[in-house]
């Protein structure tokens, strides 16, 4: 297949995609409410879920993967902190680390997070067929596995160059 193709291919798929999230999400308001509730931004709930998929990180790590300042990373930690939500705590392995992971607070807020946009979801999706319905959600959980093994393969690569230093 001609790369263009491919290209045009993506953008397709991606404007595709935005499309139906536009149109089924944030249907009832619930996301923003909980999120209200919790004194929770959307940048926070993204680094939430990226201590969340680490399992534990440092502060730099987290600084090398965002495009926040360090200043601004670091008052987001901080509040995060203060909240409940992370904590810090010395890493086993460097005692001049700081190993920054969620709490169980955080875990249950970000499930409660899940469950409003899933529902939401839901009612975006209502209007479809539920022929539709099926076909949608047979093909968007093929594309999610797909994504989550890629992801998988390239973490694998990335420790195993890590070992190998």
């Known amino acids: 297949m001609p790369a263009s193709r491919s290209a045009n291919e993506q953008i397709r798929a991606g404007d595709a995609l935005r499309r139906l999230v536009d149109l089924a999400s944030h249907r009832s308001g ?5 999120m209200n509730a919790a004194a929770v931004t959307l940048p926070q709930v993204l680094l939430l879920h990226r201590v969340v998929e680490a399992g534990s990180a440092s502060f730099s790590d987290l600084a090398a993967d ?17 909240q409940g939500l992370l904590r810090r705590a010395e890493d086993p392995l ?22 409003a946009r899933s529902a939401d979801y839901q009612l975006g999706l209502a209007p479809l067929s539920r022929e539709l319905r099926a076909q949608l959600a047979s093909a968007l959980e093929r594309a999610a596995g797909e994504i989550e093994n890629a992801r998988e393969q390239r973490r694998g690569a990335v420790k195993k160059k890590e070992d190998a230093r």
Do not use: Y
């Open 30 to 34: 619930a996301v923003f409410a909980i």
């Open 66 to 82: 965002s495009n926040a300042s360090a200043a601004a990373m670091s008052q987001m930690i901080d509040r995060l902190v203060q």
């Open 94 to 115: 460097d005692r001049r680390r700081k190993a920054i992971a969620a709490t169980t607070r955080a875990h249950a807020f970000l499930r409660k997070l899940a469950a």
